[in-house]
C-alpha cells in the first residue's frame, strides 16, 4: 500500500531536520555536507530500523521510498547538475589551456580504465557494460574541499589551484559524456527514447552513439540562440523573478529532451542547459543564488537522503567489503597517477604534481548521481551503493590532511600574477 500524501508531509519533514542537523555536524568536522544528508537517511531509513521490525512501506517512520520521494530526488538531482554546469567557467578553461585538458583526460581514462579491470575482476558474471559504468563512477572529481583548503592556505590562486579548479571542471564534463554514452550504449536510458527506438529498433551501437552526439550539436546549436535570449532579457531587466524561472524551464526542458527525444540521462541535459547560461555571468550568478535556495534547502537534501534509506546493509557480505575496499583504494590512487602523472609530463615539478594528483582524488555529488543513475540503468546491484558512499567520506578526509602536508612550510608555490594573494603581498612588503 503506497503512502498517502499527508503522511509524506510528515516524513519530508523528519528528512529535511534530520539532513539538516547533520549537514551542519559534518561541516564542523570538515566534510561535505552531502555526507550528513546521507547519514540522515541512513538513520531514519530500514536498513537499521529494519533489522529489528517488520516494516510496511505504508509506515510513516522508519521511512522508505515511495513515489513521493522519488519525484522529489528526481527534481534534486537535476538542479544539483543544472546549478554544476552554472557554475562552470568556460572562460578559466580556455585560460589555462591544453594543461588541464590533458590532465582532466588523464584524470578519467586512467581511472576509467582501472575500474573496468577491477570490476572485471570482482564481478565476472556481470556484463560488460557494468564493468564499464563502475569505471564511469571513479572517474567524476568533487573538488569543493580541496577548494576550501586551498583558500585557507592561500594558494587558490596560484598556477597549481588554477589547473586543480579548471582540470575538475573539465573531468565533469567529460565524465557527464561517458555517462551518457555507457546508459545509452546498454539499453539503461535508451530504452526511454522512443525516438531512439524508432530510428535504431536493433540497438546498433554507431547508430546509438551518433545519436549521442547530435543531442550534443542539438543543445549547442539551439543553446546559442538561448544565451543571447537571456543576455537580451538581462540587460532589459536584471536581475528579476522572470530569469530564474525562464532558466529552471530552460533546464527542464532540456532534461526531458535529452532523455525522451536523444536516450541521454536528462541530469546530462540539465547540465549542459546550466554551461549554456555559465556563458553569461551576471545572469548565471544570479539564477544559481535562486535555484541553490530551492536545490539545497529542499530538493537536493531528499536526494542524498533517500541513497542513505537505500541503502541496506544486510547484502553487505565479506565479497562486497573487499570489493568496497578495493574500489576506494583504486579510484584514490588512478586520480593521483593520471592527473599527477600528466602534470608532472606538462613539466610541473614533482611536488606540486602530487599536489594536482592529490587535489583531484575527492569525490562527491557527481559520484553519488552517476551512481544512482546505474543502478536505476539496471547496471549496478543496489547492494553497491555503499562502496560509493565509502568512497566519498574516505577522499573527502585524507585529500586535506596530505595537501596541508604537502603545503607545509612551502615557499615556492607564488600566486599568479595579479592575483589578491599577490597584491597582499605587495602591501605588506
Known amino acids: 500500500m503506497e503512502i498517502e500524501l499527508v503522511d509524506f508531509l510528515c516524513q519530508l519533514a523528519i528528512i529535511l531536520f534530520s539532513t539538516k542537523m547533520l549537514g551542519i555536524f559534518m561541516r564542523k568536522l570538515g566534510l561535505p555536507q552531502v555526507l550528513g ?15 529489528f521490525f517488520d516494516i510496511g512501506s505504508n509506515w510513516i517512520f522508519p521511512i522508505t521510498e515511495n513515489v513521493y520521494l522519488k519525484a522529489f530526488a528526481e527534481v534534486g538531482v537535476i538542479f544539483v547538475m543544472f546549478t554544476a554546469g552554472l557554475e562552470t567557467n568556460l572562460e578559466d578553461i580556455k585560460n589555462t ?34 564493468w564499464l559504468f563502475v569505471g564511469v563512477i571513479m572517474t567524476a572529481t ?28 573539465i573531468d565533469d564534463v567529460l565524465g557527464v559524456i561517458v555517462l551518457a554514452i555507457a546508459l545509452s550504449l546498454s539499453g539503461g536510458n535508451a530504452v526511454t527514447s522512443p525516438v531512439l527506438s524508432l530510428i535504431n529498433p536493433n540497438g546498433n551501437a554507431i547508430i546509438t552513439v551518433l545519436w549521442i552526439f547530435a543531442f550534443f550539436v542539438f543543445a549547442v546549436g539551439v543553446g546559442i540562440p538561448l544565451a543571447k535570449l537571456f543576455k537580451y532579457i538581462e540587460k532589459k531587466t536584471p536581475h528579476t523573478r522572470r530569469i530564474p524561472i525562464l532558466s529552471i524551464s530552460m533546464c527542464l526542458a532540456y532534461a526531458f529532451v535529452a532523455e525522451k527525444v536523444f536516450g541521454v540521462a536528462d541530469i546530462t541535459g540539465a547540465y549542459i542547459a546550466g554551461i549554456i547560461l555559465s556563458t553569461n555571468h551576471a545572469s548565471a550568478q544570479y539564477v544559481d543564488r535562486k535555484v541553490t535556495i530551492n536545490s539545497y534547502t529542499i530538493f537536493a537534501p531528499i536526494f542524498f537522503a533517500c541513497i542513505g534509506i537505500k541503502i541496506s ?54 559520484a553519488l548521481i552517476v551512481m544512482e543513475k546505474g543502478i536505476t540503468g539496471g547496471l549496478l546491484d543496489p547492494k553497491y551503493r555503499a562502496i560509493v558512499v565509502l568512497l566519498v567520506l574516505v577522499s573527502s578526509l585524507i585529500a586535506p590532511i596530505i595537501l596541508k602536508m604537502l603545503y607545509k612550510n612551502d615557499k615556492e608555490s607564488l600566486p599568479l600574477e595579479g592575483s589578491l594573494e599577490e597584491k597582499k603581498l605587495e602591501q605588506t612588503t
Not at 37 to 51: E, K, M, N, P, R
Not at 111 to 127: D, K, R, V
Not at 336 to 353: L, Y
Open 37 to 51: 544528508f546521507i547519514v540522515a537517511g541512513i538513520l531514519i531509513g530500514t536498513s537499521i530500523w529494519g533489522l
Open 97 to 130: 589551456g591544453k594543461v588541464s585538458f590533458l590532465i582532466a583526460l588523464m584524470g578519467v581514462v586512467i581511472p576509467l580504465g582501472a575500474g573496468f579491470l577491477l570490476a572485471w575482476l570482482f564481478l565476472p558474471n556481470e556484463s560488460v557494460y557494468t
Open 142 to 169: 568533487s573538488v569543493g574541499i580541496t577548494v576550501e583548503v586551498l583558500r585557507e592556505m592561500g594558494k587558490l590562486q596560484t598556477k597549481v589551484g588554477t589547473v586543480i579548479v579548471s582540470s575538475a571542471i
Open 313 to 366: 546493509f544486510a547484502s553487505f557480505t565479506l565479497d562486497v567489503l573487499w570489493f568496497a575496499l578495493a574500489f576506494v583504494a583504486v579510484a584514490i590512487l588512478t586520480k593521483i597517477i593520471g592527473c599527477g602523472g600528466m602534470a608532472k609530463i606538462c613539466k610541473f615539478n614533482f611536488k606540486d604534481s602530487l599536489r594536482i594528483g592529490i587535489g583531484m582524488i575527492t569525490r562527491g555529488e557527481v
